[in-house]
Structures are given as structure tokens and as C-alpha cells.
């Protein structure tokens, strides 16, 4: 009689390792959960970085062709210190534009401050938690760790040999680092001027 009762008491439930087992599974979950909203801070992070070298980029070439449309300066000044033009030969910081107007020349000058950004490289301003911007709680975003470069080049013509004197390559380069993950990014912009407009 004891020997049935002893069977029919047998209770089902979890073990001790399929408890530890369940756990891990889920550790292992949430930390990949959180791993992917890490990464997606950091590409939304970058995503705007990106925007800003692009846009830093396409205004010193697009101030490269109206100098030369409006003969502000000579097709002979597009280039390289150098090579006997205006434009810094090395990656400078973006600071304002010196008496010239254009970027990246000997002449270019820091920032003054104004509103929420302090003397120096450029800054961009950004809306504060109110999300309007041009009210008080505005945040100004340094712009001391992008640099700019821009690199004139001749080209040659159809034989490869000869350089063409009417044509030249002009390549901008913005470069950044990402105060996160402290890793350099590069956007680069290349087009052709000629001597005729």
C-alpha cells in the first residue's frame, strides 16, 4: 500500500538548470536588445555629423565656382598654396571666411561668438528641448572636431601625358571624428572647373 502512494505524489515542475537555462536565454536576449539601441544612437548620431560634413563640403565647392564666375578671383588663383594659388595645402579647421570670402584660404578667421556659440571654429545651433529653434534653451554644437581640405589638381588630356591648362580638378575633403566612438569619418566632393565659364 505505502509503494502506490509514493507514485501517485509525484509533482511536475521546473529544475534548478532548466530555471538557469530560461535565465541565460533571456540575459543573452536583452543584452543583444540592448546592443542594437546602442548602435542606433550612434547611427543617428553619425547620420547628423554626416549631414554636416556633406553640407560643409558642397558650400567650399559651390564657393569655388561663384569666385569664379563673378571673376573674384583668377582661374590661374584655384589652387594650392603651393602651386601658386590661394587655397591652404593641408586640412585646416572650419573657421569663417577671411576678407576674400572664400574658405580654407591663408586669411580665414575664427568665429566670433554669438548666442550659444563661443569664439573659434564654426559652430551650428541647434533647438534645446523645446525643439524651436531661436529661443533660450538653444545648444550650440562645435564644429572643432571637423576639418576641411581642398586639394587642387591638374588634369590631363586624351594623350595622359600633356596637362590640360584650361581644366583642374578641385577635391574637397571633410573629415570628423565621432566624440563617441572616436573614429574618423571622411566626406569627399570632387568635380572639375575649367578656365571658361
Known amino acids: 500500500m505505502t509503494h502506490n502512494k509514493l507514485q501517485g505524489s509525484r509533482q511536475g515542475g521546473f529544475t534548478l538548470i ?8 533571456m540575459s543573452i536576449g536583452i543584452c543583444t536588445l540592448l546592443a542594437a539601441f546602442g548602435t542606433a544612437v550612434a547611427t543617428t ?3 547628423q555629423e554626416n549631414l554636416i560634413a556633406r553640407q560643409k ?3 567650399a565647392m559651390e564657393s569655388i565656382y561663384t ?27 572650419l573657421l569663417a571666411a577671411g576678407p576674400d570670402g572664400l574658405v580654407n584660404t591663408a586669411d580665414d578667421l575664427p568665429f566670433a561668438a554669438s548666442g550659444p556659440c563661443a569664439a573659434g571654429p564654426e559652430c551650428v545651433v541647434m533647438p534645446g ?6 529661443t533660450a534653451d538653444d545648444v550650440a554644437m562645435s564644429l572643432g572636431n571637423f576639418k576641411r581640405q581642398i586639394q587642387i589638381n591638374s588634369v590631363l588630356e586624351a594623350d595622359g601625358v600633356t596637362i590640360d591648362p584650361n581644366l ?4 574637397v575633403t571633410v573629415t570628423y571624428i565621432t566624440p563617441i566612438s572616436n573614429t574618423p569619418h571622411t566626406y569627399t566632393v570632387d568635380a572639375l572647373i575649367s578656365a571658361f565659364r
Do not use: Y
Open 18 to 25: 532548466e530555471t538557469m537555462i530560461a535565465i541565460a536565454i
Open 45 to 47: 548620431q553619425n547620420a
Open 57 to 59: 563640403a558642397l558650400q
Open 67 to 93: 569666385a569664379r564666375n563673378t571673376q573674384q578671383i583668377t582661374f590661374s588663383q584655384i589652387g594650392n598654396i603651393a602651386s601658386g594659388g590661394i587655397f591652404t595645402n593641408a586640412a585646416t579647421q
Open 129 to 134: 528641448p523645446d525643439g524651436i529653434l531661436g
Open 168 to 171: 583642374k580638378q578641385i577635391v
